[in-house]
């Protein structure tokens, strides 16, 4: 019986709401400036949890791909999303669940396509920030995605949309504040099929908390999918070890078989 309230006690937590943001951003970290004046946010980055996996409260269950076993399941995660639940229109809602059903074949970053933003940040795969007065460049392991956010050009809007859209940054105080536009409607947030449309809106927040933490927000707002905008928050962890760096993971040749399978079954036919 004990066991069985402690177990209850940890799913119930699991699908609570996020965690709040880390105590050490109200301390009033000051982080160390480049030449030009501006909170320094040079090095790797990388997320820790499982939002990759869903950004919702979620225990932990199989996989989808029964064979793998317990290496395959799902870990559990309290979620990050704040508030504990994404506002999903109801019709909408059964198209996340449809895409959870269909994961496999759906999932986006299956077939290696760039994973978008904000789903970029977390996924399970470092990533780097190269910063410059003008601009700053984030690059990701995965699939080699990166992106360029274009500082103080509030005017320059996006020439086409793209998988990880158009970034335009600016400084508040200690934070770097990159509005997000012009996304395609192909990303997801994560793994369980949460999805946005095309009128995705993203204002992500990056602000120092440590000598090697980041705090990071992500503002949602897409009026075709949510009933009201939405936000996530999470902590990001500088890579200290030596020689820490970006390794390749250009994943189209694990991919080709999905990608292009049906096209070879044809010729062959």
């Known amino acids: 019986m004990r066991m069985f309230f402690q177990t209850a006690a940890v799913v119930a937590l699991a699908l609570g709401p996020a ?29 820790l949890g499982s ?50 059903k269909n994961r496999l074949k759906k999932d986006p970053a299956v077939k290696c396509y760039m994973p978008g933003v904000p789903r970029a940040t977390y996924m399970p795969f470092p990533f780097q920030i190269v910063q ?45 504040v990159v509005d997000v536009t012009a996304l395609i409607d192909q990303t997801w947030f994560d793994r369980a099929g949460n999805f946005h449309s095309d009128r995705l809106h993203v204002v992500e927040r ?22 009201r905008p939405w936000k996530i928050v999470m902590p990001l962890y500088r890579r200290v070890e030596k020689n820490a760096q970006l390794l390749e993971f250009k994943c189209v040749e694990f991919a080709e078989e999905l990608m292009y399978g049906h096209l070879r079954k044809k010729t062959e036919e």
Do not use: C
């Not at 007065?133 to 956010?149: M, N």
């Not at 440590?210 to 075709?224: C, K, R, S, T, V």
């Open 19 to 47: 965690p709040q943001a880390p105590a050490a951003e109200a301390g009033g970290y000051k982080a160390p400036r480049t030449p030009d004046g501006n909170p320094d946010l040079n090095g790797i980055w990388q997320a």
């Open 51 to 100: 939002a990759h996996w869903n950004i919702e409260g979620h225990s932990a269950e199989a996989g989808p791909i029964v064979e793998l076993g317990a290496l395959g399941a799902i870990p559990g995660g309290l979620g990050v999303v704040e508030g504990g639940e994404i506002p999903y229109k109801p019709e909408a809602l059964k198209i996340r669940n449809e895409n959870r």
């Open 132 to 176: 410059t007065p003008e601009h700053i460049l984030i690059s990701y392991e995965f699939a080699g995605s990166a992106r360029v956010v274009y500082m103080n050009r509030p005017d320059f809007e996006a020439p086409v949309d793209s998988w990880m859209g158009h970034s335009r940054g600016k400084w508040e105080g200690e934070t770097l």
């Open 206 to 227: 990056y602000t120092p908390a440590g000598p090697n933490l980041l705090l990071y927000e992500a503002a949602i707002e897409d009026p075709e999918v949510f009933t």
